[in-house]
């Protein structure tokens, strides 16, 4: 079993920067691809990054594409998310995922086996 916690959620106003951690525990993460998804009011939850046990392969949304950098620490068993210009749109609740694969690097939830409780992040315009 996978425990993962987000942390650095916030308010910030448009085009400032925020750097989101998803420390896990229970087991580590090193050798799995880890994911961050986002689910904005009223909507389904979608994909914004991931990136591969080594660091080596990283896929993005395109809508956070350039903005947004996923990058992991194994040491201690932390993936993060640094978001700059920032956007209304990016309201929502993050939530990182850990999919339990060497392999692959997934875009959808369903390839993803654990979840944490997500983190808010408000940007005010």
């Known amino acids: 079993q996978v425990q993962l916690d987000e942390f650095g959620g916030g308010l910030v106003q448009v085009g400032g920067s925020l750097r989101l951690s998803c420390a896990a525990s229970g087991r580590t993460i090193s050798r799995y691809t880890m994911g961050w998804f986002r689910q904005a009011p009223g909507k389904e939850r979608e994909f914004v990054a991931a990136i591969s046990w080594s660091g080596g392969i990283t896929k993005y949304a395109d809508s956070v594409k350039g903005r947004f950098t996923i990058s992991r620490d194994n040491a201690k068993n932390t993936v993060y998310l640094q978001m700059n210009s920032l956007k209304p749109e990016d309201t929502a609740v993050y939530y990182c995922?850990?999919?339990?694969?060497?392999?692959?690097?997934?875009?959808?939830?369903?390839?993803?086996?654990?979840w944490g409780q997500g983190t808010q992040v408000t940007v005010s315009s």
């Open positions: 995922a850990v999919e339990q694969s060497t392999l692959r690097v997934g875009v959808g939830e369903h390839d993803y086996d654990y």
